[in-house]
């Protein structure tokens, strides 16, 4: 299913460290074969579900991590990237996050995160981890090259 081991990174409750979860997103997305569309949704996931993570699940805690892993999938069946976001906070029921296309929420300042990211993924999955904190897992494949 994936082709080598995955690159993880953990990091601090801080916004400062969006821009190397970018370059290391942008990096192994490429190598998995994404192309320029494809890794422009892929970058607004990321930062979406990192700033979700710091934010909404760790509240901006220090002693608090985001641990994010990228895994590349294989290239002999769908190539493409395997992307987990995980903070350290008391979690929530997916089940209900309000609906951020209701007329009530149209003018909310929040809420709209988890929707575009599932518009813009292939795959998500959104759990409570093992671990404890809550995940978020998605998966971007690589389109075929167009003939």
Not at 111 to 130: C, K, N, Q, V, Y
């Amino acid at each position: 299913m994936t082709n080598g081991s995955p690159v993880r990174l953990d990091v601090g409750s801080s916004l400062d460290m969006l821009d190397l979860v970018q370059a290391v997103s942008d990096r192994l997305g490429r190598a998995a074969g994404l192309g320029d569309e494809a890794m422009h949704w892929v970058d607004v996931a990321v930062r979406e579900s990192v700033i979700n993570a710091i934010t909404h699940g760790n509240n901006y805690d220090e002693g608090k991590r985001v641990h994010i892993e990228f895994t590349r999938l294989d290239d002999s069946g769908n190539p493409g990237i395997a992307i987990r976001v995980r903070d350290e906070g008391m979690g929530f029921d997916p089940d209900r996050l309000p609906d951020c296309c209701a007329p009530e929420n149209l003018l909310k300042r929040d809420g709209r995160g988890i929707f575009l990211i599932r518009s813009f993924m292939d795959e998500l999955t959104l759990r409570r981890a093992p671990e404890g904190g809550m995940e978020i897992l998605m998966v971007k494949h690589a389109q075929p090259l167009q003939a």
